[in-house]
């Protein structure tokens, strides 16, 4: 019997309202806390979010640029969890090499490579205009 069981009659429960929201919050606490633990790509774009955003909230920028700042920062966030899903889902299929499973690899760390171009071009065109060293 799983959690998402009823205790009597075996029948899948669904859970819904604040319980929803609470197995929501606590899995994705459990992903979080495995990417902090075991991907080091995760690890430095965590750090380097941790002193970023604040950057971003203390720079003199127009909402729309701290919007931007910020979101190109999640993004990498966001692009290197769905890859590293797509790395845990085919390693969890099978550790053999395969060409698909290689692919799939390779796609996934494209569009992490495609989220820090983002994050640089976003970051290389707003920045200089409100850094003390700008001219």
Known sequence: MTADQDRDTGEVVRRTGLRRLLFTLVNSGKGLRFLLRKEEAFQLEALLACVL??????????????????????????????NTSIEVLTDRVSLDRHQLSGLAKDL????????LLLWAIVWGVIVPNYWPFAM
């Open 53 to 82: 955003i604040p950057v971003a909230i203390l720079l003199p920028v127009s909402p729309v640029e701290r919007l931007l700042l910020i979101g190109a920062v999640f993004t990498v966030l966001i692009v290197e969890v769905l």
């Open 108 to 115: 996934g760390s494209l569009a992490v490579t495609l989220s």
